[in-house]
């Protein structure tokens, strides 16, 4: 019986190239929209409502982190593809330029996880790390990870986390892409939630 990850993750197979930066973003920005915007009213499942929306508020929050983070890189003209055995003794991360690897060293299956893009942030961007940056990021990973592996009855609502994803994301699209966003999640019955360019 053949691999049927492999089988699968040949349907997907593609080098992903500097000029994909802009769908990923598209793609992202849906995911901000949604996370931000999301009622128990759209929830239509169960009576868990609360609970269900705010699992996928926090889904949604972490698929879109990855890929806005993607999109940075892809922008910069960084691979994010994993590289393979062929690439030898180059480093297994995503600091490469696109146009100083030979494409047969890629990875077309794989991707870097979001951990590594975290990771690596500062030193492709040739910036200074920003502890209250990264800490949003790996907030919204930690989300989507959490989110997406389990469900628990509930859990701690602690604001902060919320806020600290939002200005992470604005720093992003500041740094990144030269954008200002304006960027608020609703979590409370009055709150207002905004995704949009500014």
Avoid at 2 to 27: C, G, M, T, Y
């Amino acid at each position: 019986m053949p691999d049927i990850v492999n089988e699968v993750k040949e349907q997907f197979a593609r080098v992903l190239k500097s000029d994909d930066w802009e769908h990923l973003l598209d793609v992202a920005e849906y995911h901000f929209e949604v996370a931000a915007k999301l009622r128990r009213k759209n929830i239509r499942y169960g009576n868990k409502k609360l609970l269900l929306r705010n699992s996928m508020k926090r889904l949604h929050l972490g698929i879109g982190v990855e890929l806005a983070l993607k999109s940075a890189y892809l922008k910069k003209g960084i691979c994010i593809n994993k590289l393979n055995d062929k690439a030898g003794e180059l480093e297994k991360s995503p600091v490469h330029l696109l146009s100083d690897l030979d494409e047969n060293h890629i990875n077309s299956k794989d991707t870097y996880t979001l951990s590594s893009l975290i990771d690596k942030y500062a030193q492709v961007f040739k910036t200074e790390a920003n502890l209250p940056f990264i800490r949003g990021l790996k907030i919204a990973m930690t989300f989507r990870n959490k989110e997406g592996h389990t469900s628990f009855p509930n859990h701690e609502f602690n604001e902060s986390n919320y806020d600290a994803i939002c200005a992470a994301v604005s720093h992003l699209y500041q740094e990144a892409f030269g954008q200002k966003v304006k960027f608020k999640i609703s979590m409370k019955a009055r709150d207002k939630g905004v995704f949009k360019k500014i």
